[in-house]
């Protein structure tokens, strides 16, 4: 059973170049660990329809603006967050990895739902298996299973593995910084489509999230 419990939102997709562009001329001040939050999908994307027309856009998108409300009201602002869409937009895959790249990010995740037949469920963390950057790819594990732990131990949900993949965003931003592409739960499964259409449940989400990010660079950067 589930338990309950800045800047950039004038970017388009015909103005993001240019905003990061703009980025290159920034000086960055202050020890506050840089986070790129990475809602997939968006506009004409979808991503995953599920249970009770679910789209995996519109989650993720709820998902990562909760986040980045929680640091601001919960944890004072600790960290330095962006996402790299505000609305329902689409964002090229590249322009979002640009985007990490400008803001010298320390860390990139991407976030997503899955979608197999009805019976299955739980969350997913990917990592990409990087040959170049050794070192990026223990931090991406340890950040993954961080996650893992605050939301499938406090939220009910199955905790299914750390994969290897050769996503796009994963192989872009990894020679860079650790990354991690979170599947958060499946919304072809009856109950954990019906989870994410309750407000409450996409900040229980996205307060486990924003802990195992908490707890991952108090602890290891």
């Known amino acids: 059973m589930l338990i309950t419990l800045k800047f950039w939102k004038w970017v388009t997709p015909k103005n993001v170049s240019f905003v990061i562009l703009m980025l290159h001329f920034c000086v960055i001040f202050g020890q506050q660990k840089v986070i790129v939050i990475d809602p997939g999908h968006g506009g004409k994307d979808t991503g995953a329809i599920g249970k009770n027309k679910v789209q995996e856009k519109d989650v993720v998108l709820k998902i990562a603006k909760e986040i ?55 969350m997913d963390v990917y990592v990409h298996k990087s040959n170049t950057n050794e070192e990026n790819l223990k931090k991406s594990i340890a950040m993954g299973l961080s996650i893992l732990k605050e939301s499938t131990l406090k939220l009910g949900f199955k905790k299914r593995a750390i994969q290897f993949a050769n996503f796009q965003v994963l192989r872009e931003n990894i020679v860079f910084r650790p990354t991690i592409l979170i599947e958060m739960g499946f919304v072809t499964n009856s109950d954990e489509a019906d989870y994410f259409l309750k407000p409450k449940n996409i900040g229980a989400m996205a307060l486990a999230i924003l802990m195992g990010l908490y707890n991952y660079l108090n602890y290891v950067l």
Do not use: Q, W
């Not at 869409?85 to 400008?102: E, G, P």
């Open 68 to 122: 980045i409300r929680l640091n601001e009201t919960l944890l004072n602002d600790k960290f330095d967050m962006y996402s790299t869409r505000y609305k329902d937009t689409l964002i090229s895959l590249s322009d979002r990895s640009r985007l990490a790249k400008s803001l010298n990010a320390h860390v990139y995740v991407s976030l997503h739902c899955n979608a197999s037949n009805p019976s299955s469920k739980g």
